[in-house]
């Protein structure tokens, strides 16, 4: 080897030191925007997703529990090399990152988003390999050996939601790629690899093309499987993540990484559970209580509250609900109430919101406290018309007990902390069109991540957009 191949090596060596060392970010946008959007769309949205999120995975020969669901969000990833870009929704409630493939039976041929779908092949992609029945990974998938499982044998996956859905496949390893950043706001491309469902085939609403057809699916669920936990589990990031939903002048962050700035405080997440619960022990309405029934607030049932950044409204049993509105609605005992959409309570207003009506508050187990300002419980449906977004639990659990979701009715304007090394979320209200502070803990820099707003260009405008950036701590290799 002559001098100037040493040096060759010696600079591509460095080269890929140094993008080992950085960040990965993708940008997420939102699919529905207010006030223009139908309100009964917003619920269909969120009564599709309950469902799908209160359903076990449907897996062959046992599994996780895997739930699913559509999410408000969606990014564009690519995946292989030559890279090839996807627009997948973003999902907090779910594990898997799963993509329709070339030759797919019943797969969407259009969106309404504005995007064109694509479809994955294996054969287009250098990197790609096909996950064995065998492999560890799927072994631990299915809780065992799969029967009949031999050399030519894939590892299968299907996914059936609460919608009855499905989705059917099997698993594959490629490189997905994002930006890095390796600095204050700046960004380098970077990739990881990672195990994923390549779609063959879909049914039910995933199968259609209708306005919310997309790729596919990315998960950031609690489970092994996700790309997440992929990652931490290979040494390359901290399994926490953090998201800021700006509702006030749209964009946002999501990162992945220590948040050292702003901070925040937490309570424990309930343990043994598919998505992220939190115990609630009290609920306030302008500093005054609310009667919460104890069988459904009580820790020892093992469910508490549910923190959901992908629903739309926040929904409460029917019992804390009436009481709810009628604590906020006494504040301004002369209006004239509308009933929108046969389930909307609205009203004409032309004052400030946050004068006028009253703070509610939530408090969870080691005294964190959710604040929720007139302003982000109530919406703008036209002109002065404003109506009231908390809404009734129309789910229950199998054995009957009503579900308490909070979703970004109440976590918009806030950071939002995901610890699953710690098993605690927290959050602080927050400017969330400004920046946060994350560390990067194998060199001990700070960088800024700040909020940004997709453009037309990059992939497509539609609704009220928020664009998250995902920050991925990497970790050079021993």
Known sequence: ??????????????????????????????????????????????????????????????????????????????????????????????????????????CPKKSGLGMDLALYDPSESNTSKLVPCDDDFCTTMYDGPISGCNQDMSCPY?????????????????YLTFDKVNG????VPGNGTVIFGCGAKQSGTLSKSSDESLDGIIGFGQSNSSALSQLAASGKVKKIFSHCLDNIKGGGIFSIG???????????????????NVI?????????????????????????????????????PASVYEQLVEKILAHQTDLKLYLVEEQFTCFRYTDNLDKGFPVVKFHFEEGLTLTAYPHDYMFLFKDDMWCIGWQKSMTQTRDGRDIILLGDLVLSNKLVVYDLENMVIGWTDYNCSSS???????????YTVGAHNLSSASTVLIGRMLTFFLLIIAMLST
């Open 158 to 174: 299907s996914i059936t939601y609460g919608d009855g859905s499905t989705t059917t496949g099997s698993y594959m390893k490629d």
């Open 258 to 276: 220590e948040v050292v700035q702003p901070k925040f405080n937490t309570t424990s997440l309930v343990p043994r559970m598919a998505h992220y």
């Open 1 to 106: 080897m002559d001098l100037r191949e040493r040096i060759a090596l010696l600079l591509l060596g460095l080269l890929l030191m140094q993008l080992a060392n950085a960040n990965l970010v993708f940008p997420v946008e939102r699919k529905f925007k207010a006030p223009h959007q139908s309100l009964g769309a917003i619920k269909d949205h969120d009564a599709h997703r309950r469902g799908r999120f209160l359903s076990a995975v449907d897996i062959p020969l046992g599994g996780n529990g895997l739930p699913s669901s559509n999410g408000l969000y969606f990014t564009k990833i690519a995946l292989g090399s030559p890279t090839k870009d996807f627009h997948v929704q973003v999902d907090t409630g779910s594990d898997i990152l799963w993509v329709n493939c070339v030759g797919c039976s019943a």
């Open 436 to 446: 946060i502070k994350v560390k990067d803990d194998a060199t001990g820099s700070v």
């Open 280 to 316: 609630m022990k009290d609920m306030e309405v302008g500093g005054d209580p609310i009667q919460l029934p104890t069988d459904i607030f009580d820790s020892s049932n093992g469910r508490g509250t549910i923190i959901d950044s992908g629903t739309t409204l926040a929904y409460l």
């Open 184 to 187: 204050n706001l700046h960004t």
